[in-house]
C-alpha cells in the first residue's frame, strides 16, 4: 500500500460545500457527506467534522473564537488581493457577501497576472490542505491580546494568498461564522455510520459515544482509526461534559407511576440551572445544559464542590438554585441572570447566593454509572457527599401512590419549586446521556390555561410589523424540531408577549442568522419576510393546541391535511441555555396533543365539575 495519507487537499472541502448549496434533500445531503468522508484520512477527520459544524472546536472547550470583525476581514482581503480597502469596501457592498468579494478580486488578480509567466512554474503554490487551513484559522483564533489584531489580519492574508478564488470564499464565509451548512449532528452521525459499518446499524452506538463524550470531531476520530470496537469501550471522562439526560412530561400522577413501572424516586424540580460537575483533584469545572464552561460564574459553587465531594474524580449533576438568605426561600431561575455578568462576579456572588440540589452521579473512580441503576447511582452519589444547607441532595421520597406522589407534588410547588421529576427505579433505569426518554417524567404546575405546558420553539422566520411596530420585526414564525429527519416544522407565528426592549433586541438577536432562502432544515408552507437559520429558543405558551392546514408541526399524524398549531400563542422568555435540537419536538406536541383532547373529553364527561 502507499505511504498512509495524513492530509486532505482543501479543494475537496470546497467541492463539498459547492455541492451543499445546491442540494436540499436530507438524503441527498447524506450521501454528500459519506462522500466526503470516504475522502477523508482517519488523521483528519475531527478537523473535517468541525469545519462542516461551522466551528474549530467543542463550545464546551471555551476557546476563544476567531474574532474577525469586517473592518479586520476588509484589511485581509485587500492585503490578499492587492486591492485597496476601498475597492474591497466597493465590492463588498455590491456584492453584498464578504465571500463572493474575495473570489471575485482574486479572480481578477489572478487574470492580470495571467501574462506574466516568469517564475510562474517555479513558485507555484503548494496546495492548501486541511492541516493547514485548520493551523492557520486556529492561529488567528489564538491569537489575543496586544498586537493580535495586526497578527489574526497577516495570518488571515497569508491564507487567503494561499488560497484560490473558491477557497478564499469558503474561508472567508467561515471566518465571518456565515458558513452554516444546514448538516446537523444526526446527519453527520448518519453518514459516518455508512462509511465504517456500511450502514445504519452503528448508529446508535456513535450516537452513545456521542452522548458520553460531547465532542463529534473526537468520537469521528476514535472511530475512524481505531475502529467500531474503540467506540463500544467509550466511557465518560471527567473534563468532557456528558450529554444530559432529559425528561418525558405527563400531568397525571396514576398514569407517570404505570409509565415507571411502579415504585419510583420523586424529586423537587428545581428552577434553576442544571450544574454537571466535574472533579479532578483540587480541579473542579461546571459544565451547563448546553454543555458551556460556566465554571467561572459560580466560584462558591467551586468552593462547596471541593468541600463536599470526597471522591478523588467524579462527575455529579445537580441544579444551581438562587434563594433569599433571609428567608431561606427559593428564587425563580431569572435571578440567575446576576450571574452572568463578566465582571464583579464576586458582587454577584455575595448579592445572589445560591444552592446545589444534587440528583445524579455519571463517574466515579474509573466506574462508569450511567449504565448503573438509579438506585445505585444515588446510593453512591450520597455515600461520596458531605451535606451541607447548601450542597446537598435534592429533597425525595420513594413512592408508588399516585396520592402521595400528588401531594409532594403541591408540597414542591409551595416549596418554590416547578413541580417535581418522577424517575423510574428499576433493573433498567440507566442515565440515558443526550436521551429525552420516559425513564425520568416531569410533572410540572399547570400554567392555569388549556395548555398544560410551555413549549420550547425554534425561530425559523420573522415577519415586519406594522403600525407601531413598523419597519421592526413584530412577528416570529416558530418551530418544533423533529429528530426523526433533522428537521424543524412549523407551529406558529407569535407576535405577543413581548414587552417593547424585547422587539428592540430582536433584529440583532436575528441578524447573524438571517438567510435569504428557507434553510436546508426548515419544513414550513408559509413564506415568511425573511427565513432565519435555526438558532434560537424561546419560550411559548398559548390558550390551547389546535390544528391547521398551514403549520407542518407533525402533519398528517393527527389529521391528514393539518400540523399541530397553538392558539393565541405568547412569548414567555428566550431559552439561551437550549440549542435548537433541544427545542419540543413535534412527537412531544403531538402528545401534548392527545393529553388535551384526553383532558376535554374528562371535562364533557362530567359537566358538574368545575375547571
Ligand atoms: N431533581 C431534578 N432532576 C432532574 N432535573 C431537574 C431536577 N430539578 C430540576 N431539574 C431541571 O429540570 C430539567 C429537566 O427537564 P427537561 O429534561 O425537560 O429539560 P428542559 O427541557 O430544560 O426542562 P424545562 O423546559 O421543563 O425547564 C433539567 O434539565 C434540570 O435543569
Known amino acids: 500500500m502507499s505511504q498512509v495519507q495524513r492530509d486532505l487537499p482543501f479543494r475537496v472541502i470546497v467541492d463539498f460545500f459547492k455541492k451543499l448549496e445546491t442540494t436540499t434533500a436530507r438524503t441527498q445531503l447524506t ?12 488523521d483528519v477527520i475531527d478537523k473535517v467534522v468541525y469545519l462542516i459544524q461551522a466551528r474549530l472546536w467543542p463550545d464546551w472547550k471555551g476557546l476563544p473564537e476567531l474574532g474577525i470583525a469586517e473592518k479586520l476581514l476588509i484589511k485581509a482581503i485587500s492585503l490578499s488581493t492587492n486591492s485597496s480597502e476601498k475597492v474591497v469596501e466597493e465590492i463588498l457592498k455590491s456584492k453584498g457577501d464578504a465571500g463572493l468579494a474575495v473570489e471575485a478580486l482574486k479572480t481578477r488578480s489572478l487574470e492580470k497576472s495571467k501574462g506574466v509567466t516568469l517564475f510562474t512554474f517555479a513558485e507555484k503554490k503548494q496546495e492548501l490542505t486541511v492541516n493547514k487551513v485548520y493551523e492557520v484559522l486556529t492561529r488567528i483564533a489564538l491569537a489575543q491580546g496586544e498586537g493580535s489584531k495586526d497578527l489574526k489580519i497577516r495570518l488571515l492574508a497569508g491564507l487567503l494568498s494561499d488560497a484560490n478564488p473558491e477557497e478564499a470564499k469558503y474561508i472567508v464565509r467561515f471566518v465571518e461564522g456565515k458558513l452554516r451548512l444546514g448538516i446537523g449532528d444526526a446527519t453527520i452521525m448518519d453518514a459516518l455510520s455508512i462509511v465504517y459499518a456500511g450502514g445504519a446499524h452503528l448508529r446508535p452506538l456513535i450516537e452513545r459515544a456521542y452522548n458520553l463524550r460531547a465532542d463529534l470531531g473526537e468520537v469521528a476520530k476514535i472511530l475512524a482509526s481505531q475502529g467500531v470496537e474503540a467506540i463500544k469501550q467509550i466511557t465518560p471522562m471527567v473534563g468532557i461534559p456528558i450529554r444530559p439526560m432529559l425528561a418525558e412530561r405527563l400531568s397525571d400522577p396514576k398514569e407517570i407511576l404505570e409509565k415507571v413501572e411502579g415504585e419510583a424516586f420523586v424529586e423537587f424540580k428545581y428552577d434553576g440551572e442544571r450544574a ?45 438554585v438562587a434563594y433569599d438568605p433571609s428567608t431561606g426561600e427559593l428564587k425563580p431561575f431569572q435571578e440567575l441572570m446576576h450571574r452572568k455578568r463578566k465582571y464583579d462576579i464576586h458582587v454577584a456572588v455575595k448579592e445572589n447566593p445560591v444552592k446545589v440540589f444534587l440528583f445524579d452521579l455519571l463517574y466515579e473512580e474509573g466506574v462508569d454509572y450511567t449504565v448503573k441503576r438509579l438506585i445505585e447511582r444515588r446510593k453512591r452519589l450520597e455515600e461520596i457527599i458531605v451535606q451541607t444547607e447548601e450542597f446537598r441532595v435534592a429533597e425525595y421520597i420513594r413512592t408508588s ?37 420516559w425513564l425520568w417524567i416531569k410533572f410540572k404546575r399547570d400554567y392555569r390555561s388549556e395548555m398544560v405546558d410551555t413549549v420550547d420553539l425554534v425561530v425559523v422566520g420573522a415577519f415586519y410589523g406594522r403600525g407601531r411596530r413598523g419597519g421592526k420585526f413584530g412577528t416570529l414564525l416558530m418551530a418544533s424540531y423533529n429528530p426523526s429527519n433533522d428537521t424543524f416544522e412549523t407551529v406558529c407565528k407569535v407576535g405577543s408577549g413581548f414587552t417593547d426592549e424585547d422587539l428592540d433586541k430582536i433584529p440583532e438577536l436575528l441578524k447573524p442568522f438571517i438567510r435569504d432562502r428557507k434553510p436546508l432544515r426548515v419544513v414550513a408552507e408559509m413564506e415568511p419576510d425573511v427565513w432565519v437559520e435555526p438558532a434560537l429558543v424561546a419560550e411559548i405558551i398559548g390558550a390551547e393546541l389546535t390544528l391547521s392546514p398551514i403549520h407542518t408541526c407533525a402533519y398528517g399524524k393527527i389529521k391528514p391535511e393539518a400540523g399541530i398549531s397553538i392558539r ?44
Open 401 to 437: 401512590d399516585p396520592g402521595e406522589l400528588e401531594k409532594f407534588f403541591l408540597q414542591a410547588i409551595s416549596e418554590g419549586a416547578e413541580g417535581v421529576m418522577v424517575k423510574a427505579l428499576h433493573e433498567g433505569s440507566v442515565y440515558q446521556a443526550g436521551t429525552r426518554g
Open 276 to 320: 454537571q460537575i466535574h472533579k479532578d483533584g483540587n480541579k473542579i469545572v461546571i459544565y451547563s445544559r448546553r454543555l458551556e464552561n460556566i465554571t467561572h460564574q459560580y466560584p462558591d459553587v467551586v468552593e462547596m464542590a471541593l468541600k463536599n465531594i470526597k471522591a478523588e474524580k467524579a462527575i455529579l449533576e445537580g441544579e444551581i
Open 568 to 611: 393565541f400563542p405568547r412569548f414567555i422568555r428566550w431559552r439561551d441555555d437550549k440549542k435548537p435540537e433541544d427545542a419540543t419536538t413535534s412527537d412531544e406536541l403531538v402528545e401534548m396533543y392527545k393529553l388535551q383532547l384526553k383532558r376535554i373529553g374528562e371535562k364533557v364527561a362530567q359537566p358538574g365539575e368545575e375547571t
Open 31 to 42: 450521501a454528500i457527506l459519506v462522500n466526503l468522508f470516504k475522502q477523508t484520512p482517519p
